[in-house]
C-alpha cells in the first residue's frame, strides 16, 4: 500500500515556475514506477511526465517536454516537478501517481494522490 500527498500547487503568473512534491509512504517506494497527471475542467485526465524507480529513465508529454522536469528522491519517498515557463493552458489539478511497472506514459497506476491545484493566469 502506498499513500501519495502531494503539495507546493498555487497560483503563478504566465512565465513563471511552480515546484511540486509529493510524498509518499510506505516502505516499498523505491520499488514504484512513478509519475504526474493533471485534469483541467471539462477535460480528461492527461498525463503529464514519468520516471522509473532508479531515475534512469523519463518521460513526458509533448505539452511539457523542455519546460518540466521529474525527479525522485528514494531515501525521502518523494518525487518532485520542477515546471518552468508556465502558460495558462497548464492550469489544472495536478495528480501524483505510483505504478508497479514502469512504462511510457505511466499505464498501469495502482496508486493516486488527492490532487494540488496548478492555477497560470494569463
Known amino acids: 500500500q502506498v499513500q501519495l500527498v502531494e503539495s507546493g500547487g498555487g497560483l503563478v503568473q504566465a512565465g513563471g515556475s511552480l515546484r511540486l512534491s509529493c510524498a509518499a509512504s510506505?516502505?516499498?517506494?523505491?520499488?514504484?514506477?512513478m509519475g504526474w497527471f493533471r485534469q483541467a475542467p471539462g477535460k480528461k485526465r492527461e498525463f503529464v511526465a514519468a520516471?522509473?524507480?532508479?531515475?534512469?529513465?523519463?518521460d513526458y508529454a509533448d505539452s511539457v517536454k523542455g519546460r518540466f522536469t521529474i525527479s525522485r528522491d528514494n531515501a525521502k519517498n518523494s518525487v518532485l516537478v520542477h515546471m518552468n515557463s508556465l502558460k495558462p493552458e497548464d492550469t489544472a489539478v495536478y495528480y501524483c501517481a505510483a505504478a508497479p511497472v514502469y512504462t511510457p506514459r505511466l499505464l498501469e497506476v495502482r496508486y493516486w494522490g488527492q490532487g494540488t491545484q496548478v492555477t497560470v493566469s494569463s
Open positions: 520516471i522509473n524507480w532508479s531515475g534512469g529513465s523519463t
Open positions: 510506505g516502505r516499498t517506494f523505491s520499488r514504484y514506477a
